[in-house]
């Protein structure tokens, strides 16, 4: 007889719901999501996330109050047939001054750290930062590094402990640059240059993908984040700037090169070299196919412009068509044959590549690590 | 003997309740309460268009990497279902509440401008057909119901979707300010003898903020508009880079509007609710000078928090401090009208029917999306909200919590009123049950998937970001909400096909439209009353000690009222011709737009000289 009041048994009635509630919320620890804002891995991360974290117990408090308050009134103000009238209460001005003046201090204790956050995200960083130039395009992305002269598209590399300056834009629609782990997002836009900064402190690949519906493919213009140790980060850029145009280092690394490379990125199972058929037929096809119209395949010294992402190292990357599809050589394959099907309305056209043409071509690219 | 036969007719009609009948007598129809009729009947249906259209995005969603809609489906489908239920289905609905019950609860016999009341309504119904007509050929728009530049341009839109959304909007542009104008006069000069601003009931006060903040709102976007149509048709370049244009004046122009728009979507549920709550709970509503301000005082600062749309453009830490600050300011006169409604069913004695299940329905729900506004008004918070899933579950809280929970709550507080029936209890609560359990199922967890990485407009998303389980969830909850709505057009149907049974003033109602029959006859008031206090109905019946008895229906002898008139849909459908015919210019040139003009201006030229009957 504890349970006697109709207020609780109602309550009881709702049990279920409530376990359902707390089934979601025990489905929604941070943990469980790789592109969460509740685990930031770099400074500028933080400090969104503490103020995020902040106003959140706010609300959970205000909520619960109101809501506990509003439940209450529902179920201790119901009218009974034959009640009186009540009280014809029109207002009362010292609770009507008290609940507008404890919301305005509970915002103030949010406004003051918000004004503290918008002001220390908009520093400039130092000259020690690493500047890399972010180019949105339908729908991938780019990145260069002007100091390191090197160029790639899609798979951001970037050495923990050091501030990385982000100096963007686009070449064609507002496009939004999200790495989710490490920063909010910033808009790019055509002939504007909009800029974001962080310094990671946690090596390893985290995905992060467009924020500003973008046209047909928004959706899958996504990208990685590798975040490497310094060392790490040096060896990658010393190979990636052997892949470049001089006569003598061809198209093609070397197998030493290869090694250095896989030893921050996924590298798929032994790729072909120069010396084999497949290898000769597949740098051929791209040639004829008009591959090199649009991509480059050169890390170093890059030619600016290009319609179609850089594939210099586009073995070594663990993702193809914009950070959407898994690199494998099956993949690859049928994203050579007809990229059409996988990514409707992707600016590269169906060429009319014929099975063992694009193993060919898988084959070529493969061993652009 | 021209004045005999008039009466004669009168009488007739009088005889006959003052009911004409009829396809005829709808379309030529000047009277306030049947064009409230027509504009509810036809936001409903769009409002179910748009629903379908949630369904089929919801389905997409419910996997990932699934391939049931193509992306351009998608996008299509995500366009239409914003563009529908903010143009089309919110204001629409809230436009047939001002116009069935402002005349009466100020004590009117119409609004000020009868045939321009008409007008409106034909205009957006050509509006919302033009838009959707652009399903027929597969050109639905398909860029956001926001259109951002430059993805709006001809280079990256080459298609027409872009411009049946753009020529769609500015035709309803064109029905919103006309129908503001006119509840703006209509409430300034038309309130009976004795209502002052102050004795005002609390929906007109809000309906009247509302029009204010259309008339200063919508000017804004159809300047926005005209500029992206001069782009797209006749080579400018005020968003084209590549002339010298910026894309970032588009979102400036847009949110300006924007913004207030969201204002424009919610104040007339505030006011709905401020009147069910009080008539519910059998006291008048708390803090009735407070809610009036604090309106208002929401609707002014709304014209000054735009930017808070616009933090991830990187506008600087000067702009984004202010627009940050001024937003969590709207907090306050907020957080006003919840307390006062919440002091409002205080003490009372709460009568538990129907419309009041789907007020305090709209208090829960909206102070969930309230507080989630709280937490993007914070730019650095922001950067990670903005653009994600989080921020749909806040809109849909204040837009489909708040705004829908209170039409609903006016559905079924003043059906009565607008059909002479009373809708089901039992079945109008199933209906507020299947809402809320499926109105929460389905964007609570979007809360979730936002803070933790699922960004909007997406038409899929791959496996293994750990999106799967909570989007399947919402599909489902999604088909819940759908069928708590089968559950209201059911109840809708079978009220309909009973005889009426409606008192006039079935809820012991506080406002003046509860003292006349259900449904009122066509001139609203025989005698125009005379109002001694706020709450005027309320103060009626405590001065005659009681219940007021049935009014009887009268006849109409002598009472003015305008003639019905079919000019209004012909020079609406001079504007549909006039701006869709914008349609044909790259291929055949401005002759359909001449044309539209020429039935334009017949239409309003024979409108004017028409004797006013």
Not at chain 2, 491 to 508: E, G, K, L, Y
Not at chain 2, 574 to 601: N, Q, R
Request: proline share 7%; hydrophobic share 50%.
């Amino acid at each position: 007889m504890l349970l006697r009041s109709a207020a609780i048994r109602r309550l009881r009635r709702l049990a279920p719901l409530f376990c359902v509630v707390a089934l979601v919320l025990a489905g929604c620890t941070p943990d469980h999501y790789s592109q969460t804002a509740f685990r930031p891995l770099s400074d500028f991360g933080r400090i969104g996330d503490d103020i995020q974290t902040t106003t959140l117990k706010w609300a959970v408090l205000v909520f619960l109050l109101v809501e506990g308050a509003l439940l209450y009134a529902i179920f201790r103000f119901r009218g009974k047939p034959g009640d009186p009238e009540p009280s014809q209460t029109h207002g009362n001005t010292t609770i009507e001054i008290v609940w507008t003046v404890i919301p305005a201090l509970i915002l103030a204790a949010i406004a003051v750290p918000t004004v503290r956050g918008i002001f220390q995200m908009s520093a400039t960083p130092g000259a020690d930062a690493l500047e890399v130039q972010v180019i949105g395009h339908q729908w991938w992305w780019e990145f260069r590094y002007p100091a390191l002269n090197l160029t790639t598209a899609n798979e951001l590399h970037i050495p923990v402990g050091q501030t990385v300056s982000l100096k963007m834009s686009t070449v064609d629609v507002v496009h939004s640059f999200w790495p989710p782990r490490f920063a909010g997002k910033r808009d790019v836009f055509p002939n504007r240059e909009t800029r974001l900064w962080f310094k990671a402190d946690s090596a390893g690949e985290y995905s992060g993908q467009c924020a500003e519906f973008c046209g047909m493919q928004h959706a899958r213009m996504a990208f990685h984040v590798e975040a490497q140790s310094p060392g790490e980060f040096a060896a990658w850029v010393a190979h990636m700037q052997t892949l470049r145009a001089a006569p003598a280092a061809a198209a093609a690394p070397s197998m030493d090169s290869m090694r250095t490379a896989s030893a921050g990125a996924t590298v798929q199972a032994e790729a072909s070299g120069p010396g084999d058929p497949q290898y000769a037929a597949g740098e051929k096809l791209f040639q004829a196919k008009g591959c090199v119209a649009c991509h480059s395949l050169n890390a170093f010294d890059a030619p600016k412009g290009m319609i179609g992402p850089n594939l210099a190292n586009v073995g070594a990357r663990s993702h193809i068509g914009a950070g959407t599809l898994k690199n494998t050589d099956e993949n690859l394959v049928r994203w050579i044959e007809n990229p059409q099907l996988i990514k409707q309305g992707v600016l590269m056209p169906n060429l009319g590549v014929k099975p063992e043409e694009a193993k060919a071509l898988a084959a070529f690219l493969r061993a652009h690590q | 003997m021209a004045t005999s036969a008039l009466d004669q007719q009168r009488a007739h009609a009088a005889a006959d309740h003052g009911e004409k009948t009829g396809l005829w007598s709808w379309i030529t129809t000047v009277d306030h309460k049947r064009i409230g009729i027509l504009y509810g009947a036809t936001a409903f249906l769009f409002f179910l268009i748009g629903g379908i259209e949630a369904l089929l995005l919801r389905v997409q969603l419910g996997t990932p990497d699934n391939t049931f809609l193509a992306p351009d489906t998608y996008n299509q489908l995500f366009t239409m279902h914003g563009t529908t239920m903010i143009f089309l289905a919110i204001m629409p609905l809230s436009a047939m509440f001002f116009n069935f019950m402002i005349p009466l609860q100020i004590g009117a016999r119409d609004v000020a401008f009868p045939r321009l009341n008409a007008f409106s309504y034909w205009v957006f119904l050509a509006g919302g057909l033009l838009l959707n007509s652009s399903f027929l050929f597969g050109l639905a728009p398909d860029q956001g119901w926001y259109g951002y530049a430059n993805l709006t341009s001809r280079q990256f839109s080459p298609g027409m979707n872009v411009d049946f959304w753009l020529l769609g909007l500015q035709i309803l542009g064109i029905a919103s300010l006309a129908a503001a104008v006119n509840f703006f006069v209509t409430i300034v000069n038309m309130r009976a003898p004795g209502m002052t601003l102050m004795r005002m009931p609390i929906f007109v006060w809000m309906s009247f903020i509302t029009q204010i903040l259309l008339l200063l709102a919508f000017p804004v976007i159809t300047v926005a508009l005209v500029m992206l149509m001069f782009d797209r048709n006749f080579g400018t370049h005020f968003f084209v880079p590549s002339g010298g244009g910026d894309p970032l004046l588009w979102q400036h122009l847009f949110w300006i509007f924007g913004h207030p728009e969201v204002y424009i979507l919610i104040l007339p549920a505030f006011g709905i609710i401020s009147e069910v709550l009080p008539v519910f709970s059998r006291k008048p509503l708390f803090g009735y000078a407070a809610m009036v301000f604090s309106g208002a005082f929401i609707a002014f600062l709304g014209f000054g928090v735009w930017s808070h749309h616009m933090f991830t453009t990187g506008m600087g830490p000067i702009a984004d401090t202010f627009f940050s600050l001024t937003t969590m300011l709207i907090a306050v006169p907020t957080g006003v009208k919840v307390f006062n409604w919440m002091g409002t069913i205080w003490g009372g004695s709460i009568q538990y029917r129907v419309p009041m299940y789907f007020a305090l329905g709209f208090i829960a729900m909206f102070v969930i999306g309230g507080l989630s506004g709280v937490m993007h008004a914070s730019p650095p918070a922001d950067l990670q909200q903005n653009d994600t899933y989080f921020i749909v579950a806040h809109f849909h809280y204040v837009l489909f919590g708040g705004s829908i929970f209170g039409l609903t709550a006016g559905a079924y507080y003043w059906w009565p009123k607008m059909s002479g029936r009373m809708l089901d209890e039992t079945l109008g609560k199933v209906h507020f049950w299947l809402m809320l359990i499926g109105f929460n199922v389905t964007f609570f967890p979007m809360h979730i998937l936002g803070l933790n990485g699922m960004p909007r407009r997406v038409y899929t998303y791959p496996a293994g970001l750990g999106f799967e389980t909570l989007n399947q969830i919402e599909t489902v909850g999604s088909f819940i909400l759908a069928l708590s709505f089968l559950v209201f057009i059911a109840n809708i149907v079978r009220t309909m096909r009973s005889p009426r049974n409606a008192p006039a003033d079935p809820w012991n109602g506080a406002t003046l439209e509860w003292a006349i029959p259900s449904p009122p006859q066509e001139w609203n008031f025989a005698e125009i009353p005379v109002v001694h206090g706020r709450d005027a109905l309320w103060e009626l019946k405590r001065q005659r000690g009681g219940p007021l008895p049935e009014p009887p229906r009268v006849s109409g002898k002598g009472i003015h009222l305008p003639n019905p008139s079919y000019w209004p849909p012909v020079a609406g459908l001079g504007v549909l011709v006039a701006i869709g015919g914008v349609l044909a210019f790259p291929t055949h040139g401005p002759w359909l737009s001449i044309a539209g003009g020429v039935i334009l201006f017949f239409g309003v030229f024979k409108w004017a000289f028409e004797p006013a009957g």
